[in-house]
């Protein structure tokens, strides 16, 4: 079973420019995460979709920060426009509830550069 | 104070000796604790989980909980050069939220 999937591995863009981020989860999850993290802090949280539902945002740090999960499958998150603080790693996460546990599996990062 | 907090080390380890690595949280609405391990540049990978009070084993792992201290600890036993990672701590809150909140890690270094 393939695992969760993002792209691009790395982005380097300038200030200003404008990065979609897309991450696949793993096949049949209903739930996804998008996190980050930025250097020498620990991973945050951004947000949370159920299938195609934001179900919590309350971690997307302004309204630069747009993500999308149309039909319920993979998911994009887009930056517009990148600004210096941006740059970090990007990490998508999947999880499906299973006799009441949710495990969330980490997808490998976008890592983002912003000069 | 941070929500979830571990000593980022590094914590170094002979091979064969038991590692240690300790994480406090301050929410004591936090439900379900986990640890991730995360190799450099890859993502994290969870290796135990624990939802109630005590140890719960696995392998060569051991997760600890005491709620009423409000600290998670996983002890490694037989240390490995291979289980050379940062080791992040993570906690999810009741209520219905999945986020988790992770705490900064802690890189351990088990050498030969």
């Known amino acids: 079973e393939a695992g969760v999937t993002q792209f691009p591995s790395h982005s380097v863009i300038e200030k200003g420019q404008t990065v979609t981020l897309r991450c696949d989860p793993i096949?049949?999850?209903?739930?996804l995460y998008w996190y980050r993290r930025v250097m020498g802090k620990e991973i945050k949280f951004l947000l949370h979709f159920v299938k195609e539902s934001k179900q919590d945002e309350s971690g997307m740090p302004n309204n630069r920060f747009l993500a999308e999960r149309t039909g319920g499958t993979y998911s994009t998150l887009k930056v517009q426009p990148a600004e210096l603080e941006d740059s970090g790693v990007y990490f998508c996460?999947?999880?499906?509830?299973?006799?009441?546990?949710?495990?969330?599996?980490f997808g490998p990062g976008t890592r983002l550069t912003v000069l | 104070q941070k929500e979830v907090e571990q000593n980022s080390g590094p914590l170094s380890v002979p091979e064969g000796a038991i590692a240690s690595l300790n994480c406090t949280y301050s929410?004591?609405?936090?439900?379900?604790f986990f640890w991730y391990r995360q190799y450099s540049g890859k993502s994290p990978e969870l290796i135990m989980s624990?939802?109630?009070?005590g140890d719960k084993e696995d392998g060569r792992f051991t997760a600890q909980l005491n709620k009423a201290s409000q600290y998670v600890s996983l002890l490694i036993r037989d240390s490995q050069p291979s289980d050379s990672a940062t080791y992040l701590c993570?906690?999810?809150?009741?209520?219905?939220?999945?986020?988790?909140?992770f705490g900064a890690g802690t890189r351990l270094a088990v050498h030969p």
């Open positions: 624990i939802y109630s009070n």
């Open positions: 993570a906690v999810k809150l009741d209520g219905g939220y999945n986020k988790l909140i």
């Open positions: 996460a999947s999880s499906q509830v299973v006799s009441g546990t949710d495990t969330q599996y």
């Open positions: 096949s049949g999850h209903d739930n």
């Open positions: 929410d004591r609405g936090s439900q379900s």
